[in-house]
């Protein structure tokens, strides 16, 4: 069976196996409910109908959903049900099982003959095929599920064997009969064609299902004893709706017969059971059987018809577009035709034709339809291009040159934009052909039908043939219509050429060739030939010696050379030639000519002659005129260049018009950059050096030259160099007496003219000179004169030692280093510097180091012990430096500086920080020392006191204990006192060193609010903590910080009397700030001031009532200063005080 | 069981102090005077403990600490500093000896007890506690 509705693949096997159980189980169930009386058996049994049908179409997997929904039917509904003998168990299902290997059996048979015999056909197409349904697939193959149920059933116990014969006749005839009523009805819908339907024929399909439905209702519930009437209405759906109908009714029919019958109120129901299935299964059998084969018949009989009717239309259509293709003068015309004819004698829905344009898209442009609107096929905009959505059949058809078919677009309307516009237009199904020519496609014809399948191969040939003859016809036409547009092309632009030729003014084209015996031929000419030489076209045509008689005998040699030479090397000929028209008058001919060879193999010139007289006597004339010219300008600028004179010409308004080449040169323009510059700026300054107005001199040449024949005056070069000019000037005047311009003649007389100057000047300065000469020199000398008492008195009155030394003797020092040295004023002149020495050795030493260091330019500073005149060393502070490094001998000055006194004083200050140092290392033992030995006598006071109050070594009586208790309080104040004293001198030493690591702050607050609270209760005081959420961790020495949080705490608690202690915490900014609040006795404003003092009492009474060190907030002060924190109080006498640390959550780098 | 604490004191007065404190809760005592016989009784008793006084004769306790940690056999004494060495440093010095306690003197009668068994081993620690 070769049905492309049936894709087995196209869903999941187990779910179509699931289906076909669930429809077996649910039919089963309904064909058990509807049991007939007498003996309640069930007359039909659809399940069987259903399996096979199953089989036939989804193959052998199917059989695994019939076992099971047969299986499932017998064991839940029938076995286990109220119509068997009450038995259950193992034995039930084994049963059921083997009914279902019978079910599973009947239906691989009857699907296997109907297979086979059938072959690529439908099993209802013909009626042999659906005899072949009824006897082997109902009734032969129905006999193999009764055999396997009824002896199953035997076996195991729930029939005898008695009822072997009855149980398989009714069981055989039930299951015989529902096949041939499911089984139709599920081939034929599921074999439906895509069909359209009629209004018409929707209506009569109303028409006859109620008048099946009334007709059943009164023969099977009104008992009316007609059942054989039904056999028209059955039928009239086989004639007129084909299989699908008569399957449809006959179902219809079976089911209310049956209903009927189960109701008891059927004519089929009779006396016996046996007589009811008779009566019911005969008439169904009959009923169905005829309406089926009819049908079959009828769908044999409606094929074959139509496949006719196809091919007739085909050959109709073919031969139409035949006689089209022949008449054809119009492509467009051609391809509307064949489409109409395609639809209208071809009987096809809809038609067009395409052609494939090579453009950027691969558009396929449609050029010809029918059926469908216009513009409707443009806007899908086909294509043809190897994407997306060229991959529709047109597409393809335009690659391959091959025609494609589709069966049923509505399967996939979707797949092609072509064909979804048919699909909406009525077609179902569609072939697309190529139109083919020498291997290239053209287009396509499309063409779509209503019918799916409807392009059988028979036809598909014939069409293909149709395209081939129709791309004949459009090759053809092109053909023919190129042809005619190539010669009216080849028409015109003859008649172009002509007119061209015989319009040109003044010349005419032609076209020569040389003959075999050397003469020329004109091939053609045009009408100026006439104008030009007075001779007529066809004249020369004829005779071309007519033309060469005519041309100059003297050109004649020059000419045949050229012709050889052109002809020879096919260049172009081109030349200037003297000739006498017929009217006897000279003209210039010019004629430019170009050799080809003709395809007979001549040589032919194509050329142009061209009157040129006039243009040649104006040339000529206008040579004359030019060699005039130049021979005049010639002349003049040789005059004027070769001068050794400045020449400038210069407008009355100023302009230079001229200035010669020595002008140039000494100015230092050139002609382009000075000529139409104003004189006045360029050559000429506006001023002379020494004040004289050029401007206003300018200005009286130009307007009366004659007056200033000659003039002398200032002017300058490009440089800005200023020249002196002795200029001649004369003027141009024009016909009318006009100035046209001023002719100036110059030379250079700037070397006099400075010569004299400087004889002139030199004079002056010498005069002068000797005036101010005698007055300097005096007051220089009193200048010097006052210098040098300065410098004398600065040197004299120094507070430090200056000396000069020269070749290591002393050339001069003030009084202030001979009183350092120990000298009377003016001795150490003249003394070498061994004397500052104590001895050779030491002189040696630093005389090789202090000149070393000079010769370096540097100033020597150093500190050194020098001999006074008496022999007693002291020490000087020396600064040296020498005029000239290279020549530290020469000269060198020094400062000596008496030292001895800074220097004992250093070294008193040295001695004694050493012995604070030391006294200080003292104190420290000494403190540790201290500490030591005073608690090793405290730990045996302590403790043992401690024993003898917890009467470890014995009971107490009241006296002793409350004495033991007074040695106990005060050696511990003694402690308390060493410990606070001891943390005292350690942070006044420095020695406190505190450690640095983070450490939670909270549960340090915790923890010594938890150590004081006993000692808060034992006073009856609350003490309550509020310390902030973001309170977290602190980078500081945690057992430093808690002994102030302790210390605090502690001094709250003691203070207070009743009321609450309270601690808080929180962050502000970088810090935390914590605060310690009581409601003790408070402060009064002028005991606040030295509370953080040492040894600070505040009050002698409170002393005594409050025991303490007095050391507490003192500590407390110094640690968190070191900390970097600060403490403060606030108090009110009476109402409590606020103790305020602030922290920083991280020590800065100075802390 | 084992319940020998050694006590290692120059001091009789301090000495008999501990001792009388330690006895009374049924520790056993031993005590040596001097650092040398301390880690002489060490070695011999195994204690359970070591109280260590710093200031020693001949020996100080920095020097009898380092001694006492060479012996593996030790390993499980804890060894608690019990000293008047309260200045600066002395605390760090002495953990950093090889002390696993620190106790200033002078002690607290009521409290030392507990301090020690609070540096003991956890196991003997529990039964003493009891």
Redesign the interface.
């Known amino acids: 069976m070769n049905n492309p509705d049936i894709k087995p693949g196209s869903f999941s096997s187990s779910i179509a196996i699931l289906a076909v159980a669930v429809a077996y189980a649910a039919l089963a169930k309904a064909s058990f409910l509807l049991t007939i009386p007498p003996g309640n058996i069930t007359p039909i049994f659809p399940a069987a109908g259903l399996a096979l049908a199953a089989v036939v179409i989804l193959g052998p997997k199917a059989l695994m959903g019939v076992w099971i929904g047969s299986f499932l039917a017998n064991t839940l509904f029938f076995l286990d049900g109220s119509t068997s003998p009450a038995q259950s168990g193992p034995i039930n299902v084994l049963i059921g099982a083997l009914i279902g290997v019978g079910a599973a059996l009947g239906a691989a048979a009857g699907a296997f003959f109907i297979r086979r015999f059938c072959k690529d056909e439908h099993p209802l197409q013909s009626g042999k095929n659906v005899l072949l349904l009824i006897v082997v697939g109902a009734f032969g193959c129905g006999m193999i599920s009764p055999t396997f149920g009824v002896l199953s059933l035997i076996w195991g116990g729930i029939l005898p064997w008695e009822r072997f014969g009855y149980s398989w006749v009714t069981w055989w005839v039930g299951d015989a009969v529902g096949t041939l009523v499911v089984a139709p009805l599920v081939l034929a819908w599921q074999h439906r064609h895509a069909f359209r339907t009629h209004l018409w024929s929707r209506a009569e399909a109303v028409v006859l299902g109620s008048t099946t439905l009334l007709a059943c209702f009164f023969i099977f519930f009104r008992n009316i004893p007609y059942g054989y009437g039904l056999l028209p209405l059955i039928l009239w759906a086989a004639f007129r709706f084909g299989m699908c109908g008569a399957s449809t009714i006959g179902a219809i029919i079976a089911l209310l017969a049956t209903i009927g019958a189960s109701r008891g109120s059927s004519p089929f129901v009779g006396t016996t059971t046996n007589e009811s299935l008779l009566f019911l299964n005969s008439f169904l059998g009959v009923t169905i059987t005829s309406a089926l084969f009819m049908a079959g018949m009828m769908e044999e009989r409606k094929q074959a018809a139509e496949r006719m009717f196809k091919l007739n239309r085909s050959l109709r259509a073919i031969s139409e577009c035949n006689q089209a293709l022949i008449h054809a003068s119009d492509e467009m015309a051609l391809l509307n035709r064949i489409c109409r004819l395609v639809t209208d004698i071809g009987g096809y829905r809809l038609a067009w034709v395409g052609f494939a344009e090579h453009d950027e898209h691969k558009s396929v442009k449609p050029v010809a339809q029918a059926g469908f609107e216009d513009g409707c096929l443009e806007a899908l905009q086909t294509t043809w291009a190897d994407t997306g959505r060229g991959q529709g059949p047109i597409g393809a058809t335009i690659r391959t040159g091959q025609p494609r078919v589709v069966h049923d677009i509505s399967a996939n309307p979707d797949g092609a934009p072509g064909s979804a516009e048919a699909f909406k237009r009525g077609a179902v199904s569609s072939l697309v052909l190529p139109l083919k020519t020498a291997g290239r496609v053209l287009g396509v014809l499309n063409i779509y039908s209503e019918k799916s399948d409807d392009f059988d191969p028979e036809e598909t040939n014939l069409l293909i043939a149709l395209a081939d003859d129709l791309t004949y016809g459009i090759v053809a036409l092109r053909t023919r219509a190129q042809q005619g547009q190539a010669e009216t092309a080849l028409r015109e632009s003859e008649e172009r050429l002509r007119l061209l030729g015989d319009n040109l003014p003044d010349s005419y084209v032609y076209q020569c060739t040389e003959e075999a015996n050397g003469t020329s031929r004109f091939i053609c000419l045009s009408a100026g030939v006439e104008k030009l030489h007075g001779l007529k076209v066809d004249d020369v045509l004829r005779d071309a010696t007519l033309l060469r008689s005519q041309i100059a005998p003297d050109l004649l040699p020059a000419l045949q050379a050229a012709e050889a030479t052109s002809l020879s090397n096919l260049t172009d000929l081109t030349m200037e030639l003297r000739m006498q028209s017929a009217d006897g008058q000279w003209r210039w001919i010019q004629v430019c000519s170009r050799p080809r060879h003709s395809s007979a193999g001549q040589v032919v010139w194509d050329g142009v002659a061209t009157d040129i007289t006039a243009r040649k006597q104006a040339d000529e004339a206008r040579q004359a005129m030019e060699q005039r010219l130049a021979e005049s300008e010639r002349e003049y600028r040789e005059l004027v260049m070769l001068a050794n004179s400045i020449i400038l010409r210069w407008a009355p308004d100023g302009r230079i018009t001229f200035l010669n080449e020595f002008g140039q040169r000494f100015f230092g323009y050139t002609a382009e950059e000075i000529c139409g510059r104003h004189i006045i700026g360029s050559l000429v300054p506006e001023n002379e050096t020494d004040g004289r107005d050029l401007r206003s001199l300018i200005q009286k040449i130009s307007d009366d030259p004659q007056k200033f024949e000659r003039n002398i005056n200032e002017n300058m070069r490009r440089t800005g160099e200023r020249v002196w000019i002795d200029w001649t000037n004369k003027v141009v005047a024009d016909a009318e007496g006009q100035i046209k311009e001023i002719l100036s003649i110059g030379s250079d007389i700037t070397e006099r003219k400075q010569a004299e100057e400087q004889v002139h000047r030199l004079n002056e300065d010498l005069r002068r000179h000797a005036e101010t000469l005698e007055q300097r020199v005096a007051e220089r000398t009193s200048e010097l004169a006052a210098i040098n008492d300065e410098q004398r008195a600065i040197f004299e009155s120094a507070g430090t030692g200056i000396v000069l030394l020269r070749n290591r003797v002393i050339v001069r020092s003030n009084r202030k280093l001979e009183e350092i040295a120990g000298y009377d004023p003016g001795e150490l002149a003249g003394k070498s510097t061994r004397i500052w020495y104590p001895d050779e050795a030491s002189f040696q030493a630093g005389r090789e180091m202090v000149y070393a260091r000079l010769a370096t330019g540097e100033t020597l500073r150093r500190e050194q012990q020098m001999a006074r005149k008496d022999g007693s060393l002291y020490w000087v502070r020396l600064s040296l430096r020498a005029f000239d490094p290279n020549d530290p001998l020469k000269g060198a000055v020094g400062i000596v500086e008496d030292i001895t006194d800074e220097r004992e004083a250093a070294e008193n200050l040295r001695q004694a920080l050493e012995a604070a140092q030391a006294a200080d290392r003292i104190k420290s033992a000494f403190?540790?020392t201290m500490?030591?030995?005073l608690?090793?006598p405290?730990?045996?006071?302590?403790?043992?006191?401690?024993?003898l109050i917890?009467g470890?070594?014995g009971p107490l009586n009241p006296e002793q204990h409350k004495q033991m208790s007074m040695v106990q309080k005060s050696?511990r104040h003694l402690?308390a006192l060493i410990?606070d004293v001891?943390d005292i001198s350690?942070i006044e030493a420095g020695?406190?060193?505190l450690a640095r690591a983070p450490f939670e702050l909270t549960p340090s607050i915790e923890k010594m609010v938890k150590l004081i609270t006993p000692l808060a209760e034992q006073k009856g005081i609350g003490v309550e903590m509020d310390i902030a959420p973001e309170v977290g961790a602190i980078v500081s020495d945690q057992r430093r910080l808690e002994q102030v949080i302790m210390n605090l705490l502690g001094n709250a608690i003691k203070f207070t009397e009743k009321g609450r202690v309270r601690v808080a915490c929180r962050l502000e900014n970088d810090h935390y700030l914590l605060s310690f609040a009581d409601t003790g006795i408070g402060m009064k404003p002028e005991e606040i001031p030295g509370l953080f003092q040492p040894f600070h009492q505040i009050d002698s009474g409170l002393t005594r009532k409050h025991e303490g060190t007095g050391l507490g907030l003192s500590i407390c002060k110094k640690i968190i200063d070191l900390m970097g924190g600060s403490i403060d109080v606030a108090s009110q006498w009476g109402q409590g005080s606020v103790f305020t640390v602030r922290l920083p959550r991280q020590p800065g780098e100075t802390v | 069981m084992n319940n020998r604490l050694l006590i290692i004191e120059d001091n009789e007065q301090n000495m008999y102090l501990m001792r009388f404190l330690l006895e009374k809760s049924g520790f056993a005592v031993i005590g040596a005077e001097n650092g040398r016989k301390g880690i002489e009784m060490a070695l011999q008793c195994k204690p359970l403990a070591i109280l260590l006084d710093i200031q020693l004769p001949e020996m100080n306790g920095y020097e009898v600490a380092a001694e006492l940690k060479k012996h593996r056999d030790l390993d499980e004494a804890p060894i608690i500093a019990v000293t008047s060495y309260a200045m600066v440093g002395d605390r760090e010095q002495i953990l950093a000896a090889g002390a696993t306690g620190y106790i200033e003197k002078p002690i607290n009668p009521e409290t030392f007890v507990a301090e020690i068994i609070e540096y003991l081993p956890k196991k003997q620690g529990a039964d003493h506690a009891a």
Do not use: D, M, P, Y
């Open positions: 403190l540790a500490s030591h030995e608690r090793t405290l730990n045996s006071i302590i403790g043992f006191t401690g024993i917890q470890l070594a050696s402690l410990n001891l350690k020695q406190l060193n």
